[in-house]
């Protein structure tokens, strides 16, 4: 059985990739609370820790405004390298080297219960309307859902994500 394995209030999990999402860098807590270590993630696409519960509408929203050039906001559910998950709330921004825009880079913090309660529904609406489109249109489709989701609560899906987090 997977079991959730809990942030505690003052971790950090810091990540770092190129610019097609390829991880060269990991914290010390990333590796704590994953069990990933740098040996199995670096040089690897993130997606290695990613959840199949979390829509594809939701990567497709993180991608689409880091290629805005917009820093993205959002609760993701990973997975751990023994079988659990975790789920977090994200900050994706651009990194630079030397001036130089070189990759992305995610800071992510405990997501309070209540917007793991409310997001880990909204995920699974998301994910239901995926599987009833074709695979090419399914994240355009789940994301026009969770566009609507927010439009219907008078909001933003950044002013959406944001005050959930403020709420803890
Ligand atoms: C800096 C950065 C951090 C990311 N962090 C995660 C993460 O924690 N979990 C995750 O599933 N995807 C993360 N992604 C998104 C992945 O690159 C990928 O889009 C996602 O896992 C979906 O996989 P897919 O694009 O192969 O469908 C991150 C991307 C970037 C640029």
Do not use: C
Request: proline residues 4%; hydrophobic residues 35%; aromatic residues 14%.
């Amino acid at each position: 059985m997977e079991r959730e394995v809990f942030l505690e209030p003052h971790d950090l999990i810091v990540s770092k990739t190129d610019l097609k999402g390829k991880i060269t860098y990991v914290n010390r807590t990333f590796m704590n609370i994953s069990k990933f270590y740098e040996k199995d993630v670096i040089g690897k696409p993130h997606n290695i820790i990613r959840h199949p519960d979390m829509p594809r509408g939701a990567f497709k929203l993180l991608w689409d405004t880091l290629h805005r050039g917009e820093e993205w906001f959002g609760f993701v559910k990973n997975r751990t390298a023994d079988g659990n998950y975790y789920w977090v709330f994200a900050n994706v921004n651009k990194g630079f080297e030397y001036g130089k825009h070189v990759g992305y880079y995610s800071v992510r913090r405990a997501a309070p219960r209540a917007a793991v309660a409310l997001m880990s529904e909204l995920y699974a609406k998301m994910r239901e309307v995926e599987s009833r489109h074709p695979s090419t249109r399914a994240p355009e489709e789940s994301l026009k859902m969770l566009m609507e989701h927010v439009q219907n609560e008078g909001t933003t899906y950044e002013k959406f994500v944001l005050n959930l987090f403020d709420q803890g």
